[in-house]
Nanobody
Framework: QVQLMESGGGSVQPGGSLRLSCATT????????MGWYRQAPGKEREMVAT???????NYVDSVKGRFTISRDNAGTTVYLQMDALQPEDTAVYFC??????????????WGQGIQVTVSS
């Protein structure tokens, strides 16, 4: 069973920093990509940052230059370093992993979500 264990988050003032972590229990060989999505109240969930099995990173335009996604050497934990946080970054952040099944297709799995609040 795929588990995604999120940590980090919390409340910070504008301009501050936070780091999110997400660890999965599956083998790195089964991971197609990992990343973070977020959902603010009244808005749709959006991709924030992803990193795939070969290390290619993607970011939503609004966080480029402020957020950095990375992973550990084992390839099973992904981090999101968030700097220069703004109130518009306030949302529930969800870890996402696309995991290969025995059929060879990658299916999405989600963490439970973690709150990030940016407020003065």
């Amino acid at each position: 069973q795929v588990q995604l264990m999120e940590s980090g988050g919390g409340s910070v003032q504008p301009g501050g920093s936070l780091r999110l972590s997400c660890a999965t229990t599956v083998s790195v060989l089964s991971i197609n990509s990992m990343g973070w999505y977020r959902q603010a109240p009244g808005k749709e969930r959006e991709m924030v940052a992803t990193i795939n099995r070969v290390g290619t990173r993607n970011y939503v335009d609004s966080v480029k230059g402020r957020f950095t996604i990375s992973r550990d050497n084992a390839g099973t934990t992904v981090y999101l370093q968030m700097d220069a946080l703004q109130p518009e970054d306030t949302a529930v952040y969800f870890c996402n992993a696309r995991i290969f099944s025995t059929t060879g297709r990658a299916a999405p799995y989600w963490g439970q979500g973690i709150q990030v609040t940016v407020s003065s």
